[in-house]
């Protein structure tokens, strides 16, 4: 009859560690086994008395039980897995128009809460620009004609985007004022 580790294994006492794995036997029981890490190294790198020691081979066993123990805490304590990170940039997109006659967008700016300036210039009514997450932005509309140019103010934008997610689409428009 032989057992399988049928889940994670979870560190259960920071003074005292010890790694708890639930098993499963042929049959469907299981039960929870635990090792103290301070005795299972102690046995993995002491040679058997009397015996040929395999310290060396052990000791490469210890290593790869360690960083899975390392990397399974680590993954367990974040709360991620790869492919559910919140993106540090997202890439928002719309299209921008102006209200007043004759004019038109030719640029879109938006000015972060800790100062830093993104712009993205506006073609056929449309733009595209990279922002980093978890901020909120000014937007400011540049506009042009009759032979005037000027910029106006077009409201805010919260990027507050979640795993899974790069992408936001937002539209934008202004009444111009020379």
């Given at each position: 009859?032989?057992?399988?580790?049928?889940s994670?294994?979870?560190?259960?006492?920071?003074?005292?560690?010890?790694?708890?794995?639930?098993?499963?036997d042929?049959?469907?029981?299981?039960q929870?086994a635990?090792?103290?890490?301070?005795?299972?190294?102690?046995?993995?790198?002491?040679?058997?008395?009397?015996?040929?020691?395999?310290?060396?081979?052990n000791?490469?066993?210890?290593?790869?039980?360690?960083?899975?123990?390392?990397?399974?805490?680590?993954?367990?304590?974040?709360?991620?897995?790869?492919?559910?990170?919140?993106p540090?940039?997202?890439t928002?997109?719309?299209?921008?128009?102006t209200?007043?006659v004759?004019?038109?967008a030719v640029?879109v700016?938006?000015?972060?809460?800790?100062?830093?300036?993104?712009?993205?210039?506006?073609?056929?009514?449309?733009?595209?620009?990279?922002?980093?997450?978890?901020h909120?932005?000014?937007?400011?509309?540049?506009?042009?004609?009759?032979?005037f140019?000027?910029?106006c103010?077009?409201?805010?934008?919260?990027?507050?985007?979640?795993p899974?997610?790069?992408g936001?689409?937002?539209?934008?428009?202004c009444?111009?004022?020379?």
């Open positions: 009859m032989a057992a399988k580790v049928v994670s294994l979870a560190l259960e006492n920071r003074a005292h560690p010890t790694l708890a794995f639930d098993v499963e042929d049959f469907g029981a299981g929870q635990f090792v103290g890490i301070e005795g299972w190294l102690k046995a993995m790198t002491t040679a058997p008395a009397g015996g040929k020691s395999h310290t060396g081979r000791i490469g066993i210890v290593v790869v039980v360690l960083a899975v123990v390392v990397v399974g805490y680590l993954l367990l304590t974040l709360g991620t897995s790869l492919g559910h990170l919140t540090s940039t997202v928002v997109t719309g299209s921008v128009s209200t007043g004759g004019t038109h640029s700016g938006f000015s972060s809460d800790d100062g830093q300036v993104f712009n993205a210039a506006v073609v056929n009514g449309q733009y595209s620009v990279s922002l980093p997450n978890d909120t932005y000014s937007v400011q509309i540049g506009w042009s004609g009759f032979g140019s000027g910029i103010n077009a409201g805010s934008l919260p990027v507050n985007q979640g899974g997610s790069s936001l689409t937002n539209n934008w428009s009444w111009p004022e020379s």
